[in-house]
């Protein structure tokens, strides 16, 4: 691609804007700049209602386990006025063995005493393995109904997490490049698990507490209407306290979980920067940052627990004090013969049994709000602004030409970094794309890998606009080698035949050959069954660098992109990486970005970017000859190395122009 070759340079504004978005040091924690978390408290109920809409799809098992826990809670509800009539017969064989003048005509007519008969043991026995049986088959109902409530709740999370893992594979790279990784991860992790703790311990236990408070009402108006509304007094205080408590702690847990987002995104940025942290001497600004965040976390979560855990007390008071006024009243009419000792006894049970699920159902307040707190922030990443949906087009096996025709584009809308760029590559060529930091670079190949979508223009390769095509489609024709390298934790085969799935043994083996990777694998203990750890420590940069290379050469794409891929290894390899390179480069095209300018003296047109436009192309003598851009660029790299062989020569500080034309070959 020269100047006669389809190549086509529109005049643009030379307005400074930054390559692309990225991490900036933050202060102490060195974090990058993301969007603020919410410090509003949430809007609980449609949050809660959203969180167990995820549940609808098991709504057909929560029937039945509705259905099981009621027919749990009518046994256990039964229980105390069976127990109840064990106390009568008890009572009542005492009584018989009194004075018939002993004993009032109204009590003797309710217990049915038969004077002189005592207790009848078998009638207690029957009544006991009624109850007995009665308590048995609710406990086992009731385990059954949790076992289904929690198996529901287990898939639902599941189905959670995979549609997290779903959207974050949809969401754009700039939503990555303004979220700390820390602060993602916590959401996708931390808050998720959050969910299904809170689920699991609240869920089936309110189900269960709601459906006794309804069952225990009614079985106390069977048994003493009076007593029933003297019970019924706790419930509005009940629900005005935990109204009160529960307001103010939801604030508290939404600034808990968003500290520990924070906190998570500091400690994973000074652990993954753990080297450079140690060479600047910044540990104790490291550790001063994380003390200030872990304080904050310490009071969020410490005043969302102690605010949230003053419920229970509370609701154990007013329960203490409903029994007492229970008892009190009870004994009284038991006394004027109004009701009986079983009934009181009863009745009792049925306070503590009412009180009981009350005090649960405000003490999983806390829980239930913590959940809902987690599942705002998880509900933020499902929300948050998707990449363009995927096109139908269909895109041919590609030969690699690849057109920029009128491409605008821009990181910030109020900043212009691209202006109606124009240029062509034809098959088989090499691309050399050079320029100082923030030119435009690495954002000219980001916008070919549809990493981000065009402000205006289009981009073609074969004739097909890259924006028709789904970018799984497209990506598998293009090979892409970063200067950041990524290996993830598995064997050297693994890695390198990550660049394509079912690649035979020879073919990796024969990729590593090509890449200078099979030179050092032999070094290693298991060869290339070694396995590289999650920080890919046991390899150096430079083997880190070649083993990406040879996952590129193992895919073998129609069209290649190179940034920065040989600047982690030493000068030899790099001369023979270079070698492979030029024969993967062969018979397709090829971006390479590149500051060292003698590793593209080669390629068949240089591209010259400043402040996102073409300012300068041609091959490596024209521009040098033009001495213009590039003959800067160029000459930065190389006049200190002259200066130094010149004044050893004793012929002082050489002029470097005068040696370019020799530097050509």
């Known amino acids: 691609m020269t100047e006669d070759t389809n190549t086509e340079i529109s005049e643009q504004p030379k307005a400074k804007a930054p390559e692309r978005p990225k991490y900036r040091p933050t202060g102490p924690s060195l974090g990058p700049p993301g969007p603020k978390p919410t410090e509003k408290s949430m809007n609980f109920l449609p949050s809660l209602k959203r969180l167990l809409g995820h549940l609808g799809p098991e709504r057909f098992l929560l029937t039945g386990a509705i259905l099981l826990a009621i027919v749990g809670i009518v046994m256990n509800v039964v229980g105390p006025v069976i127990l109840g009539a064990a106390t009568d017969v008890i009572f009542a064989g005492f009584l018989s063995k009194l004075p018939p003048a002993q004993v009032p005509q109204d009590v003797a007519a309710r217990l049915d005493i038969i004077p002189g008969a005592g207790v009848d043991f078998a009638r207690l026995a029957q009544i006991l393995a009624l109850g007995v049986g009665l308590f048995l088959i609710a406990s086992l109902v009731l385990w059954f109904q949790g076992y289904i409530v929690n198996g529901a709740i287990q898939r639902s999370i599941y189905r959670m997490r995979g549609e997290v893992e779903a959207k974050i594979n949809r969401l754009p790279l700039r939503y990555f490049d303004k979220q700390p990784r820390g602060e993602l991860l916590s959401r996708v992790t931390n808050d998720i698990d959050n ?79 753990h080297t450079l942290v140690k060479v600047f001497g910044r540990s104790k600004e490291v550790e001063t940052e994380f003390g200030d965040r872990n304080q904050r ?28 006024i229970i008892a009190v009243v009870g004994g009284l009419r038991v006394a004027t013969g109004t009701l009986s000792l079983g009934d009181v006894q009863a009745f009792i049970q049925y306070t503590r049994m009412f009180t009981q699920p009350l005090t649960q159902v405000a003490s999983m307040a806390n829980l239930l709000q913590s959940g809902v707190a987690s599942a705002e922030r998880v509900f933020e990443v499902l929300d948050a602004e998707e990449q363009t949906p995927e096109a139908t087009g269909e895109l041919a096996p590609a030969r690699g030409r690849v057109a920029f025709e009128n491409v605008s584009f821009s990181y910030e809308p109020e900043q212009s970094l691209i202006t109606d760029l124009s240029l062509t590559a034809e098959p088989g060529q090499t691309v050399a794309i050079v320029g100082p930091t923030g030119a435009g670079k690495t954002t000219l190949v980001n916008l070919i ?71 050092f694998v032999h070094s290693l203990p298991d060869g290339y069954d070694t396995v590289i750890d999650e920080e890919g420590s046991n390899v150096s940069a430079g083997e880190k660098q070649l083993l990406t290379i040879a996952r590129a050469f193992l895919a073998d794409p129609a069209l290649l992109i190179l940034d920065e891929a040989t600047s ?42 400043e402040h996102g436009a073409i300012v300068e192309q041609g091959t490596h003598n024209e521009l040098l000859d033009r001495r213009g851009h590039y003959f800067d660029l160029y000459n930065s790299q190389f006049a200190g190395a002259i200066e130094v062989d010149d004044q050893a020569d004793g012929q002082g500080g050489g002029a470097p122009a005068a040696a370019v034309p020799a530097m050509r070959r």
């Open 568 to 609: 982690s290894v030493d000068t030899r390899t790099e001369v023979l990486v270079q070698q492979a390179m030029s024969a993967l480069r062969a018979d397709r095209t090829s971006f390479v970005i590149a500051h060292r300018l003698s590793t593209i003296r080669d390629a068949d047109v240089i591209l010259v970017m």
């Open 195 to 273: 969910i299904s703790q809170s689920l699991q311990q609240t869920l089936s236990q309110l189900l269960t507490a709601l459906l006794t408070v309804i069952g225990v009402i009614v079985m106390m108006f069977v048994v003493s209407p009076v007593l029933a509304l003297i019970a019924l007094i706790t419930v509005p205080v009940t629900i005005v306290i935990t109204t009160l408590i529960g307001k103010r702690s939801q604030k508290l847990f939404v600034e808990q979980w968003k500290s520990t987002g924070e906190l998570n995104a500091h400690i994973e940025e000074a652990f993954s920067g």
């Open 297 to 324: 976390m310490f009071k969020a979560s410490f005043g969302a627990q102690f605010v949230s855990g003053t419920i229970m007390p509370s609701m154990m008071f007013i329960g203490n004090l409903n029994y007492v």
């Open 449 to 519: 890998m549809r990493f981000y979508e065009l402000k205006g223009g289009r981009i073609t390769m074969d004739g097909t606009d890259i924006a028709s095509v789904p970018r799984n489609q497209l990506r598998s024709q293009i090979g892409m080698v970063l200067q950041d390298t990524w290996l993830f934790h598995g064997s050297i085969r693994d890695n390198i035949a990550y660049g394509r799935p079912g690649a035979t043994e020879q073919e990796i083996i024969a990729a590593a050959e090509a890449t200078y990777v099979d030179r």
